[in-house]
């Protein structure tokens, strides 16, 4: 385990543990609007064990897709070659999106998962990601015109 951890560069570290942040945060607002829409529709929105497990699963997926993500960026950038480094992201992609399409099958499929709490957790980081930057962009705009 050390040795993998070893080579897992600082910035591929800190960006995952945001997007597990951001993840977390996400499938837990999720869970909220499960409870509330099952308080006012309790026969057509179910909140109970299937809910929580589909939340804990799919966000795990979303983050280990992340992960996975940055750890094919990290080793194509260190690619010598630039043909083998584009290969190396091409497999990279299909593979992550076999997970996903395999989770969502399973999600889908397996009575344990609700398939919707266990589906909604892949879209989280990429959105998460681009509201961060959007606010952060807003934040330097404004900066910039206020003269700091």
Same mark, same amino acid.
């Given at each position: 385990?050390?040795?993998?951890?070893?080579?897992?560069?600082?910035?591929?570290?800190?960006?995952?543990?945001?997007?597990?942040?951001?993840?977390?945060?996400?499938?837990?607002?999720?869970?909220?609007?499960?409870?509330? $829409?099952?308080?006012?529709?309790?026969?057509?929105?179910?909140?109970?064990?299937?809910?929580?497990?589909?939340?804990?699963?799919?966000?795990?997926?979303?983050?280990?897709?992340?992960?996975?993500?940055?750890?094919?960026?990290?080793?194509?950038?260190?690619?010598?070659?630039?043909?083998?480094?584009?290969?190396?992201?091409?497999?990279?992609?299909?593979?992550?999106?076999?997970?996903?399409? @395999?989770?969502?099958? @399973?999600?889908?499929?397996?009575?344990?998962?609700?398939?919707?709490?266990?589906?909604?957790?892949?879209?989280?980081?990429?959105?998460?990601?681009? $509201?961060?930057?959007?606010?952060?962009?807003?934040?330097?705009?404004?900066?910039?015109?206020?003269?700091?």
């Amino acid at each position: 385990m050390g040795k993998i951890k070893e080579r897992i560069q600082p910035a591929v570290r800190k960006e995952t543990e945001h997007v597990m942040v951001y993840t977390a945060v996400g499938v837990a607002a999720m869970w909220c609007v499960f409870l509330i $829409l099952h308080l006012v529709l309790p026969k057509k929105v179910p909140f109970d064990y299937t809910v929580i497990l589909g939340g804990l699963f799919g966000g795990a997926v979303a983050v280990l897709n992340f992960f996975l993500m940055g750890m094919a960026v990290q080793k194509a950038a260190a690619e010598t070659e630039e043909a083998a480094a584009k290969r190396w992201i091409q497999a990279s992609y299909s593979q992550r999106n076999m997970m996903q399409m @395999l989770w969502v099958i @399973l999600a889908i499929v397996l009575p344990c998962f609700q398939f919707v709490a266990g589906i909604l957790p892949l879209l989280i980081p990429g959105t998460a990601i681009k $509201l961060v930057g959007a606010a952060k962009g807003k934040n330097k705009e404004v900066r910039d015109r206020n003269g700091g």
